[in-house]
């Protein structure tokens, strides 16, 4: 298999291999390669436990198991979860 490079990446594997870390391109190649694979998984992963949540939540709406909607609280709450992340 032939796979062609940008001329940017192709500067970060050499980078990679001349680190030492790595003996030669192909070996960085399938390590990027495993973690793209770990990346979609655990993206699958975490699509699975939202999807899941979700369930949740409508079947509670759907047996009457709700709070009314407080927008001045919930905004609060995600300026205050945003503040924390910087």
Not at 10 to 20: D, I, N, R
Not at 27 to 54: F, G, H, T
Not at 77 to 86: C, H
């Amino acid at each position: 298999m032939n796979v062609s490079l940008t001329p940017e990446l192709e500067s970060l594997v050499q980078a990679k291999v001349q680190t030492g870390m790595y003996h030669s391109a192909s070996e960085v190649v399938r390590e990027a390669l495993r973690l793209l694979r770990e990346r979609d998984e655990l993206r699958e992963m975490r699509l699975a436990e939202l999807r899941k949540e979700i369930a949740v939540g409508l079947d509670q709406a759907n047996h009457g198991q709700t709070a009314p909607l407080n927008v001045k609280a919930l905004k609060s709450k995600a300026r205050a979860a945003l503040k924390g992340r910087r």
